[in-house]
């Protein structure tokens, strides 16, 4: 089973942006590993109405996360934040997985 943590700053703003751009009730949160960036792999977060079947999906205070099986390895043990601050603000993932990342963050290689 794929353990993520979603910080309750992350999981605040998701249900504000999910509330803001009327997803459907029942939405989840789907993060996923894609290729691309510096370092070769880049994460992304959509969202779902429902499942489709291939992918695991736990339940977070208030938001359901969704995560497929070929993107479960590599985001094992996550933690999903936000930041608010002048020096950086929006999404941050944290990833022991990650052998290396760029300085952006948005990308890394496993």
Excluded at 2 to 11: K, M, S
Excluded at 20 to 39: D, E, F, N, T
Excluded at 55 to 81: I, M
């Amino acid at each position: 089973m794929v353990l993520i943590e979603v910080t309750p700053a992350a999981r605040d703003q998701v249900l504000k942006i999910m509330e803001k751009q009327h997803a459907p009730s029942g939405s989840a949160l789907r993060l996923y590993v894609q290729g691309g960036g510096c370092s070769g792999l880049t994460y992304g977060m959509s969202f779902d109405k429902r499942e489709s079947g291939d992918e695991v999906a736990f339940q977070d205070t208030q938001l359901t996360v969704v995560v497929d099986r070929a993107s479960a390895p590599l985001l094992e043990g996550v933690k999903v934040d936000f930041l608010l601050g002048l020096e950086a603000s929006g999404f941050k993932i944290y990833n022991p997985n990650a052998k290396a990342s760029c300085s952006c963050g948005k990308s890394f290689s496993a």
